[in-house]
């Protein structure tokens, strides 16, 4: 059911989408993080090349919660103000892996084409 | 430290989240923006620097919001899946518009309950009045194939109506080939019964044969009358209602040995009539009334006729049956009788009579009611509409459809509805508690008064249709709204639409109150009529002791009674009397046979002879002979009394003198006449000395002299012209069943000091003998009650209309002062004067209410002429309650203008051009 999602949508807008989706369910891949450590993630990751807003970021987080990609939970540690951290459910692993299989298939599709161009 | 929380908290208020989700993300989304400040900080930026590329992470004001919506709307379901299609679909959308309507509503909370409260107040008196109209006028009566059931009256030449009489009677029931049975039975009259648990004054009716036949019900414990009993000097036998049975007889289910002394006879009880059973309405025994000799007579209209139609028959058909079987009888007995044909009408007509035309004005009111608060939540809701136009733009901008918005707004206006409804059936209920002290006791069918499925379902159907007119009205102006347009503008953008719609509503909603107060105000004025007609006597401190004399002191309907009975009872009542005068602050006490005003019907009246030297008849043929030479006879009410009634009631003696001691039993027969009585029979001579014969009215045909001449009484009600009477002495006449006999007191203590010293008085003399005892002024309240119920809650609904149209009116010139704020601001600067500002907005106010009257006034004349046959010396179309009603309804609608413009007047220019 996650998948028709992005089947059903028009390509460019999957691209968007889908890339800012693949980023966010990849830092939570191996542990579970808040939602200003995914952003400053992502931005050191990519060299300050990306970059989430606020205002773009969580609405996109509740999203992926709503749908059962993610799980959001408040988590309270020692002397610091509680945190809600995401983690991502075992639905939202088989999307981040066949979002990675798609995302390498049309990196590579890029790649040959661009090749070809330089050829 | 900035506080983010709040930063956040303003771009999510376009959301209308619930408060737990709005804090929940705001301390999200604020630990972001602080963690962001914090390590600019700590980079070493100026806290300023970090300040702003923390909220730079809000980017553009709305871009939070517009993200979210999708989200949170959705609950937990995915908003971007492709609606589903098919019922489910429809339902989830329904469900989710449902929760969007609630959250919306809840966060106007101050709307949401005017117009769930107004809605409920319209829906509520609805609901109660539909709740009488549907046990009085729309229930089937309880019997099988109700609609056969009619009534049956001979008719006068001129067109009334006449209860039969015996040979009248015998005929119609023989000749006719429409009717599958025809009964005849007598309206029921209080006797005391002794022999069941206690002795009671119950309520007795005499039926024909085929009476319970007619009305197809049976006896659910023993049998109907046999033919034994069928008959003049048969088997005494009586048949019981259910609550007698139950209350008096202990519900026994073995009748053999139960016997009731009713008129000094015993009868058998023989059955009991199942629950429900109640017709004629409260009769609690039923005899049989060929018990009884029949009275000869064609002009003795005793008997209440009722027929089941054969199957088959129609109204008209037994219409014409009857009417030819009456003029038969006309041609063949001439002057003997006194019919001119026949009436035939459904019996549910009959038993409601004038209460139809009452009731329908008065449902007829409520819904005009209903209607001004439907419209004052249509101005509301027209309001608010208009001022969500930013709110719908940007939805209908994020790709709502406008049948999505339309279903929005729907549901909205159902939750309100269904809210009004739901709180509506609890007012019904608490008024349907309240309507039996306000309702009139005799009201037919008042016992099944209740909330019941019928009265739920025109609840049901009410709210709906509330629910779509609000919705689409809603939706219509919502349908208009113009993205850019309502984007553009400001908040307090000029919708000309709207404000017409609301403008219409509230000429309309002042039109309608102006009818419901005009219906209410000739009522009123009516019942004040009648309030103000004196009834010919001083109804102040008199208590009235209803009894029925001892059985023993009784005796057989009609029959002649001999002198030694009369003195029995004559010995008895003057006994009574002389201990009820001796009781510490009664001041006089007297015997009557019925009660002026108060028992309007109480009278038994006849035509008399007038013999003028001519000895009394010598049999019924010859007073026939005699009475049709019309110089010779007089038609007057008849009423037994004492000496003292005229001075306990306070009627004066105009002429001649009252009873008295002279007037024993043996001595002759005398009697008083009532002014009007003098004048129309005797006009130009004296009736002292005139010797009058009436035949058989209580049980006594002595002629009688008249000897004095007293004032008027109305005693068949304060509406109706004064009575003639003639009063006899109840020392020479004795009582009979004719009489429905009462001592009544005039006393200088509260009743309450006075009622328990009565009761022992009663019981002193006879245990047995059953008393009721009220005041006059109770009494009369009686006969009062259905115009007081009627006048009294059409006032209190022209009351409720009256503050709803001031309400709706007010809100409208309110939000037309908020809206042009800044225009009047500018006005003012620019020199306009206090005067014209006010005369700009309360005009606005006026012109609405000057159209509303004058369509109301219009109205009114119409709906008026409906009243006519309630009203008392008042028009329909009364002038001066047109005026005055026109003149409460624009000093009102003045007053809810002004509160507005007064505000107008305080706006300070300055502070009104700097908004926007």
Redesign the interface.
Known sequence: MAIT?ME?QPANLEWKKGSAELLILSLVEHRPR???EI??LIEQRSGGAVRF????????L??LE??GWLQGRWVEKDGQ?R??YYRLTPAGRKVLAAQRRDWRLFVEAIGRVAELDHA | MPDWKEEIARRLAPLGLGPEREAE?AE??A???E??FE?ALAAGAPEAAARSAAM?????ES??AR??R???R?G???????VKAGRLGFLSGAWRDFRYGVRKLARSPGFAAAAILTLALGIGASTAIFSVVDAVLLRPLPYPNPQQLVRVWEQAPNGRRMNLADPNFDDFRAQNRTLAALAGYSGVWPVSVAGGSEPVRANVAAVSRDFFRVLGRQPFLGRSFAADELRVNGVRATIASYGYWREYLGAARDLSRVRLAMNGNLYSVVGVMPPGFDFPPGAALWIAREADPEIPGRTAHNWRGLGRLRDGATLEQARADLDTIARRIRAEYGKQADLAGAAVVPLAEATVGDVRAALLALFGAVLLLFLVACANVAGLLLARTSARRKELAVRAALGAGRGRLVRQLLAESLELAVAGGVLGIAIAMGITHLLPAVLPADLPGQKGIAINATVLLFTLAATLAVAAGLGLVAAWRAGGADVSDALGAGSRSYTSGSQWARRTLVAGEIAATLVILAGAGVLGRSFLNLLSVSPGFRGQDLMILKFSPPPSASSLRFAEKSPRQIAREVQFLDEALARLRAIPGAQSAALTGGLAVADAEGFPDGTFLILQGQSVPANYDQWIRMAQNPKNTGHADYCVASGEYFRTLGISLIRGRIFDAQDGLDAPNVALISETLARQRWPHEDPIGQTIYFGNMDSNSKPLTIVGIVGDTRAEGLDQPPSPIVYVDFRQRGLSVNVSPAFVLRTSLPASAIVPAARAVFHALDPNIPVQISTYAEALGGWLAERRALALLASVFAGAALVLAAVGLYGLVAHSVARRTQEIGIRMALGAQRGDVLLAVVGEGARLAAIGVAIGLAASLAATRLLSSMLFEVKAADRLTLSVVAALLSAVALLASYIPARRALRIDPIVALRQE
């Open positions: 999602y059903t808040h939602g200003y952003s400053k807003h606020v205002a773009s970021l969580y609405p996109l509740y999203r709503r749908r103000r945190r809600r | 993300i999200e989304l630990q972001h923006l963690g962001r390590d730079a992470e809000l980017s553009d871009l939070l993200g979210l999708r989200v949170e959705s937990t379901e995915n908003l971007d899946a492709p």
